[in-house]
């Protein structure tokens, strides 16, 4: 099936019927199957979905970072299918912010300079008002001149959403964001993250396989077998669990 | 846990090719310098087995002076052709054959140019015929005084063929004309012997010009009868005639003849060794920063190892055994090398030299064993810290991310302040001369420590230098994560700079040494000498060039010349002592010139039996004023001379000197310099001119001007100052190895960061910038240590010879900016390949990266 969003609301990423195939011949591995799928701007999408269904895949692909076998990718608009290096490069720098399962933060810099780093690449000047508003946001003030070393791992990622933020990316893709956090730790990025695009009308895609961290989102998107099936609407836990199951019981059918 | 390591050491290939490739370069220097050394000395051996094939026994007269190759030209000392029929008259000998042998036959080619030989000797003998050795090519041999026959070298290096004009210097003659009548070249259709240029005169002509002295030769060459052992034959000629001949055997003279040049080869083997030490002391760092690097990438397998049983002496034999086999190979690698190395210089070496024929390229035993000894021992040395680290990961490292947290750098602090010190303490030491015999070992002890006690302070070092030096750079975003990574493991990036500091430190303080010496000595020189012009030749072989004794002279009746105080040299026995001694026409002109003043005695002339000493000399002597004291020279015998006066001794004139008439039996009796003082009013345009139309027939010398002439006499410093410094070049690029070997590794390390960077926008430009950044400023501080701790070094030399007239401190600022230039250089070259690495990786891999 193909996911829409209701008419009239403006398209921050697009896939159109994307396929991606890895290897040749006898290892080849088809991991999107002519994905078309759009994400709405000043949402939060989730992307769900068995391992190997492809959902990382297509983050992948939207942000610039994979390229993509057949289809096209936009985001904002520009199409982002057929840009060389230096053009996903200035992509990535101006359009897209990313949050990591890792966090993956500089060692050497400082809170604050990880999260103005995007900005620094690009020669950009931050807007002061908006930093601090992130900064408050994320609670991160009394600690903006530590190193990642010195920060919990829940602060590291939040340092990871400001600097996601910071720059007010067309879109923030994020890959499994609480994978790496506790239970409580990870409702605050989510909250965080939520709040972000409630109150500062921002676009975020998250990957997840975590029901709950799927539920914080305004709609999930799910993917088996590098094809989306099915998708929920303002989900709570439960019905993203049902989905799941009903997935698994579909896929393994199919399977037979 | 054998193939474990192996496994893992095949695991990490570049780090080992690098780190290897130190090894390999350090070793082929010491293989490279046995080979050459081995290969030398065997053509030699066979050279000189060759020049002596003819001869079963020989006959000379025993030397007035010892001396050996290193130093200086043997003179030989003739003796009354009425020796050979007392030989000949000896039973058991089947021909005998007189010869006038002797150095110092220089041929004017067509172009008029003097041939040079820069060590094999140009001979001017008598001709005495074809045998198994010479064999004419054209022509004939000479019959008439005016007529020379030469060997294929010398016609083929100075155009000549039979019938040509041919002019010939030689030491006892001015300048004589001859005619070639003939070529001819060696057994085995070689044109010289080892480079050897040969002029064959009559036997009047090879007297008078070679020895000065008609009815005599220099050595006999005799023949055994069949059945006479050569042996007996030496004994039975030794006992007729008696104590003043040297009487050898050819196997005994050929082997006399090797045995010099061994010496000096080994000399020379000493040298190239002591190069291939710096190397390989650089090696040490950078290997140790590779296992240091591979220890701690390793942690999680070495503490997995642990964690199901490995013993810590297993962890420590795991890292050592990589050491033993990167040791083994590189050593193998660099014995090869070097074998190509040294074949390649022999031959050079060979060309050079004028057609040495080289023996087969062997490969000594003693190369190999040191390759391997000196490979080995360098690896596991460079390994045994990193490997005592391992053993200290703990087993739990296998289960948890052990963020590794800077150690302290307190210890290795206090260590290399200690070490600093103890440096510092043995330099101090030898400088001073309280060291005795064993100051040249105490001062390069004191030099070694210091290096290793700097390279232990880097890291304490390193964090504000490197802070401050990347701020230059710090103008971009990436110059300044650039920056944030060079200063982020302050061990690695102070062992990584510690390698370049050893190189550059060296040459920097040779540098200060030779620079200063040089000013000392220009600066002295200016001051001292009063002569506006300076006759004097460069000196390229064993011989100074020389001139006629009539140049002196003719040189003193030219218009607006004051006085010519011509100077003769030779070597001299003196109270059982060997010394140089000169001998001047103007004793009263030359202490004028040297600003020579008396300390007892008049020194204002000099009789005939008289000399004058300087005052060091003369108490080392133990001789005062009226004393009497026998001296021996090149030629004749002794005579005894009275000390008349005795000199204050000055940095640039000293020594005995005597006067003109004692030149007649100096091994050359012609003046080496001669140093002109112009009358009142005459300038140097007007005169030199003049001089030089003298000197038409002494083309190995020229006349210059003060300033030119004080220019001549320092060049060496220069010259020896680029040989220093094209052997330490090899340091130096090992260091080099080392920035790359760094860098690879931290790029593989951060490939995570380098994704997100690149993720978060970072252009492929900018990393390979960051990339470049670091590389420079590490070695940018490289050599800013090298600079600062080679200048210290350099100081206190020259502080401590001081006493030796070395009074001047010069520091080469422009050598020093140069240096520095060349480190940023090296450090962008050096981030070449990791910087492309870098740019060049697949973001989504890199994040993925664990």
């Known amino acids: 099936m193909t996911a829409t969003v209701t008419h009239g609301a403006a398209i921050a990423a697009r896939a159109s019927d994307v396929w991606k195939v890895y290897g040749s011949g006898e290892a080849q591995v088809v991991a999107l199957r002519g994905v078309s799928v759009e994400f709405e701007r000043a949402r939060f999408t989730a992307i769900m979905g068995p391992s190997g269904s492809g959902k990382s895949t297509l983050m992948h692909c939207l942000a610039g970072l994979d390229s993509v076998t057949r289809g096209t990718i936009h985001i904002g608009d520009t199409t982002v299918t057929g840009l060389g290096d230096a053009g996903l490069t200035k992509l990535r720098r101006d359009k897209v912010g990313f949050i990591f399962q890792q966090f993956n933060l500089l060692p050497t810099l400082t809170a604050q300079e990880n999260i103005l780093l995007p900005l620094s690449i690009a020669g950009r000047k931050p807007d002061p008002e908006w930093l601090a508003t992130v900064i408050d946001t994320v609670g991160l003030r009394d600690r903006l001149n530590h190193r990642p070393a010195q920060l919990s791992g829940g602060q590291q990622q939040r340092v990871a959403c400001a600097r996601a933020l910071a720059s007010r990316p067309e879109v923030i893709f994020a890959d499994e964001p609480t994978g790496n956090l506790d239970s409580r730790a990870g409702a605050e990025v989510l909250n965080f993250?939520?709040?972000?695009?409630?109150?500062?009308?921002?676009?975020?895609?998250?990957?997840?396989?975590?029901?709950?961290?799927?539920?914080?989102?305004?709609?999930?998107?799910?993917?088996?077998?590098?094809?989306?099936?099915?998708?929920?609407?303002?989900?709570?836990p439960d019905t993203v669990l049902d989905t799941m199951k009903k997935l698994d019981s579909l896929t393994s059918e199919a399977g037979q | 846990m054998l193939r474990t390591t192996l496994k893992s050491l095949l695991a990490r290939k570049l780090?080992?090719?690098?780190?290897?490739?130190?090894?390999?370069?350090?070793v082929m220097f010491v293989s490279g310098a046995f080979v050459l050394?081995?290969?030398?000395?065997?053509?030699?051996?066979?050279?000189?087995s060759d020049a002596y094939a003819t001869t079963d026994v020989g006959v000379s007269a025993k030397p007035k002076i010892d001396v050996a190759e290193l130093e200086g030209e043997a003179v030989p000392t003739p003796f009354p052709a009425a020796t050979l029929d007392r030989v000949r008259a000896v039973p058991g000998v089947a021909a005998a054959t007189g010869s006038v042998t002797a150095d110092g036959a220089q041929v004017i080619g067509s172009n008029g140019k003097v041939l040079t030989s820069f060590g094999p000797p140009q001979i001017g003998l008598n001709w005495t015929g074809e045998n198994e050795l010479v064999q004419l090519r054209t022509g004939r041999g000479p019959t008439a005084d005016t007529e020379v026959t030469i060997n294929q070298a010398v016609a083929t290096a100075a155009k000549l063929s039979v019938g040509d004009r041919v002019a010939v210097l030689t030491p006892h003659r001015p300048k004589q004309e001859f005619t070639v009548v003939g070529i001819f070249g060696y057994s085995g259709n070689r044109d010289s012997l080892g480079g050897v240029q040969e002029v064959a005169f009559t036997e009047r002509v090879?007297?008078?010009?070679?020895?000065?002295?008609?009815?005599?030769?220099?050595q006999i060459s005799v023949k055994a009868a069949d059945g006479v052992d050569p042996a007996v034959l030496r004994?039975?000629?030794?006992?007729?005639?008696?104590?003043?001949?040297?009487?050898?055997?050819?196997?005994?003279?050929?082997?006399?003849?090797?045995?010099?040049?061994?010496?000096?080869?080994?000399?020379?083997?000493?040298?190239?060794?002591?190069?291939?030490?710096?190397?390989?002391?650089?090696?040490?760092?950078?290997?140790?920063?590779?296992?240091s690097i591979i220890v701690a990438q390793r942690t999680r397998e070495l503490a997995l190892l642990r964690a199901i049983g490995a013993g810590r002496s297993q962890v420590i034999g795991s890292v050592l055994t990589e050491a033993v086999v990167i040791g083994l190979i590189a050593s193998g690698l660099g014995l090869a090398a070097g074998i190509g190395v040294g074949a390649l210089l022999a031959y050079a070496f060979g060309q050079f030299a004028g057609g040495l024929q080289l023996a087969g390229i062997g490969v000594p035993v003693s190369a190999v064993v040191s390759s391997f000894v000196v490979g080995l021992f360098v690896t596991v040395v460079a390994a045994v810290l990193p490997a005592l680290r391992a053993a200290r990961i703990p087993p739990v490292a296998a289960m948890q991310d052990v963020a590794t947290p800077d150690r302290p750098l307190t210890r290795i602090t206090t260590a290399g302040a200690l070490v600093a010190a103890l440096g510092g303490a043995l330099l101090a030491l030898g400088l001073s001369g309280n060291a005795g015999d064993n100051t040249l070992w105490t001062v390069l002890g004191g030099v070694l420590l210091t290096f290793i006690g700097v390279a232990l302070l880097t890291p304490m070092i390193s964090r504000p230098v490197v802070s401050l030096l990347g701020r230059l750079f710090?103008?971009?975003?990436?110059?300044?994560?650039?920056?944030?990574?060079?200063?982020?493991?302050?061990?690695?990036?102070?062992?990584?700079?510690?390698?370049?500091?050893v190189g550059i430190a060296l040459v920097t303080g040779v540098t200060v040494i030779l620079d200063s010496a040089k000013s000392s000595v220009t600066a002295l020189a200016d001051d001292t000498i009063q002569a506006e012009l300076v006759i004097s030749g460069a000196q390229t072989g064993p011989r100074i060039p020389s001139f006629e004794p009539s140049v002196l002279e003719r040189a003193a009746e030219v218009p607006g010349v004051a006085t010519v105080a011509g100077v003769y040299a030779d070597q001299a026995q003196i109270g059982g002592k060997r010394t140089w001694v000169q001998a001047t026409n103007d004793v009263a002109a030359l202490r004028e010139i040297f600003k020579v003043t008396p300390s007892a005695g008049t020194i204002d002339t000099l009789g005939p039996q008289q000399l004058l000493v300087d005052s060091d000399t003369a108490a080392e002597h133990g001789l005062s004023v009226g004393d009497t004291v026998p001296v021996q020279l090149s030629r004749g015998d002794a005579r005894t001379y009275t000390v008349t006066g005795i000199y204050a001794e000055?940095?640039?004139?000293?020594?005995?000197?005597?006067?003109?008439?004692?030149?007649?039996?100096?091994?050359?009796?012609?003046?080496?310099?001669?140093?002109?003082?112009?009358?009142?009013g005459a300038t140097v345009d007007q005169v030199m001119p003049q001089i030089e139309a003298l000197l038409a027939d002494s083309p190995t010398v020229s006349v210059a001007n003060r300033a030119e002439f004080i220019e001549q006499q320092t060049s060496q410093f220069d010259q020896l100052l680029m040989m220093i410094q094209i052997l330490l070049a090899l340091a130096i690029v090992i260091a080099v190895l080392g920035i790359v070997n760094t860098l690879a590794l931290s790029v593989l390390e951060r490939t995570r960061e380098l994704g997100l960077l690149r993720a978060i926008g970072l252009r492929r430009a900018q990393t390979m910038r960051m990339i470049t950044v670091e590389a420079v400023v590490i070695s940018v501080f490289g050599a800013l240590l090298g600079v600062l701790?080679?200048?210290?070094?350099?100081?206190?030399?020259?502080?401590?010879l001081r006493e030796e007239g070395i009074t001047d401190l010069v520091l080469p600022w422009t050598d020093m900016a140069v240096f520095l230039g060349l480190a940023a250089v090296v450090g962008v070259v050096a981030a070449v390949l990791p910087a492309i690495r870098a740019a060049r990786l697949n973001v989504l891999n890199a994040i993925a990266h664990e």
Do not use: C
């Open chain 2, 650 to 680: 000055s940095d640039l004139f000293g020594g005995f000197v005597l006067p003109v008439a004692a030149t007649a039996d100096f091994a050359q009796p012609k003046p080496v310099q001669a140093y002109l003082k112009l009358a009142p």
């Open chain 2, 474 to 501: 710090a103008w971009s975003v990436p110059g300044k994560l650039g920056r944030l990574n060079s200063g982020r493991n302050p061990r690695r990036t102070a062992i990584t700079a510690a390698a370049l500091m």
């Open chain 2, 789 to 800: 701790v080679g200048t210290g070094l350099g100081a206190a030399v020259v502080r401590a």
């Open chain 2, 37 to 48: 050394t081995d290969t030398l000395s065997r053509s030699f051996d066979s050279l000189f």
């Open chain 2, 235 to 291: 004994d039975r000629v030794a006992a007729a005639l008696g104590d003043d001949y040297v009487v050898k055997t050819g196997e005994q003279l050929s082997a006399d003849a090797a045995a010099g040049f061994d010496e000096a080869l080994g000399f020379f083997n000493n040298i190239l060794l002591g190069f291939a030490g710096v190397a390989l002391f650089v090696g040490v760092f950078l290997i140790l920063n590779t296992f």
């Open chain 2, 15 to 26: 780090r080992l090719v690098l780190s290897g490739l130190a090894v390999v370069l350090g």
């Open chain 2, 206 to 218: 090879a007297q008078e010009s070679m020895v000065g002295q008609t009815g005599v030769y220099t």
């Open chain 1, 193 to 236: 993250l939520r709040r972000s695009v409630a109150e500062y009308r921002q676009t975020i895609v998250m990957v997840t396989h975590d029901p709950v961290a799927a539920s914080y989102a305004d709609r999930v998107v799910f993917l088996a077998d590098g094809q989306i099936v099915s998708e929920l609407v303002e989900p709570t």
